[in-house]
């Protein structure tokens, strides 16, 4: 494979991405790309990264051997990339730190984004209590419910979280509320975007603040092994972990990529967030990528136990990756994801998110179908305290999906 | 000379500006939709903008998401309403705009669509989440079938990218008036006025002002600088009240008779 350099200077990964956005917010949009140009040259800024990233996040995070799953698995050595431990308990603080650093010397005092499972969420509200910024949260009213922590967590972090109830009130219709509010009020405020999705710039900037998840996993890899994993596994909702992890690897052909979706009740039913392997490619929020959608164009909802999941659309890279086949996408159930959750809780004292949750059950198929002498890394993503109580309810019987 | 060409040669020779309004195809049935274009058109209008709903209208205000959600949930589609406009053609004598997202154009199947408008005698098209950057997809096949793609600036737009985009222009050249999405508003922005002039004297096409447009006064105000107004949120709402009377009143201020086209 020739060096991979995309996106192209259009924004373009192949046929998907681009910036499919109305006129109002070209401005914000090629300011936020001259704005990241430049600092891509500022050692400064990737200075404050670093120091924010080791002293207030907790990086490097650990690269875990999972003796008692590699050995209930019976296959290859598993690994997991523990991201679970990073400050407010998940990846997504990752990216909030970049790109609110990038808002700050943009000049912007003001921060909106758009949460699923309130993960991203957390961590948008987080780093502008660090830095001074105003927060605004949107978030759909369905998510709300399932996530009542976590709102408490961005108000006590001094967020103001605004309760979607358009559409079918989870992450799709929240990005939808949160563009509108950059649209009206674009020329302060910085839409701090959590997934790899959006109109370019976003996909590219998200995913490099990402990808300190796999250079740190092929570092702490090679360092103890002398080689590379022969396969990594990531969950994908919009896909910004999935992204972080594979990034770094994309040139390494014989590591192999997989990304898990959230199959919900099953591909077969009208219940799961499978776009890669249900879906067809269309536009939405500012990206050509693929989506759950009717044969009118019309946008279906997601399904998914896992709130973070819960997204029609997957990030134009990983459409990309998918058409060219560098990349292979599976979908696992909501019960195979559940099941993860308590197997991973039982045999490692480690209590996953329900997104994460996707990427353990995946891993221990492919465990068992690659075999011994092979090494995997899952990306465990986020930690489960937030879905506890939701396990709790359903494995009392209740239906929270 | 086209449909939408005339049109404004027509309202310059009688030196009065154009009315736009916007309806949402397939609110309160797609069956009616010929019959509320005859009485758009009866009532003043120089064009009208039909609005194709999208399940996820990001540029739109709560009025026309809710006439979105209330056309879908009426079944309509885009193949549906295309039907529709060529029936309503045989009728209609202003020009048509469709106004869609990007998605359903994209499902439909782009050349597919450019050609079934075409022949339906649609005369332009507004794609409000494609910016100019993105229009190669659609924007040659659009000029090679003669149906005007319809750009837009913003308050936002800085003065040389409004030249560009005015350069490219087709039709007419569509200013966005509020820094914000589509919605009756009681006040503009300061610098609105200010910037319609700009954008009018550098565009060579006719100029419309649109978003948060709803009374004769801000109509009056605004049309010293542009060419006319596209009017959108209050018309969906005095539709769905059948409110005609009301709608009949504010669509007289020009005193635009369709007899003129």
Redo the contacts between chains.
Sequence with gaps: MTAYTLPNE?GHFGMFG???????????IIELTDAYEAVKQDPEFYAEIKHLSKDYVGRETPLYFAENLTNYAGGANIFLKREDLNHTGAHKINNAIGQALLAVRMGKKKIVAETGAGQHGVATATVCALLNLDCIIFMGAEDIKRQALNVFRMELLGAKVVSVT??SATL??AV?EA??YW?????DTHYLLGSVTGPHPFPMIVRDFQSVIGKETKEQFFTRYKTLPDAVVACIGGGSNAMGMFYPFIEEKKVALYGVEAAGKGIETPYHAASLTKGK??????A?MY?L?N?????QEAHSVSAGLDYPGVGPEHSYLKEIGRAHYHSITDQEALDAFQLLSKLEGIIPALESSHAVAFALKLARQIGASQNLVVCLSGRGDKDVDAVRARLKGGDIG | MNRIEQTFQLLKEHDTKAIVPYIMAGDGGLDCLTERLEMLEKFGAAAIEVGVPFSDPVADGPTIQAAGIRALNNGTTLKEIVAELTKARRTIKIPLIIMTYLNPVYAYGISSFVEDIQKAGVDGCIIPDMPVEEEEMIAPLLEAAGTELIRLVTLTTPLDRVKQIAAKGRGFLYTVTVKGITGTRNEFDKELLSFLQAVKEVSPIPVLAGFGISNHEQMQTITKYCDGVVIGSKIVDLLAENNFAELADLMSIFKLKSNLI
């Design positions: 259009t681009g910036k499919f956005v109305p006129e109002t917010l070209m401005k914000a358009s559409g799709k219709d939808n563009l509108r649209v009206a009020n674009v020329e490619p269309g536009v939405l929020h500012g050509l989506l959608q044969q009118d164009g019309q946008i």
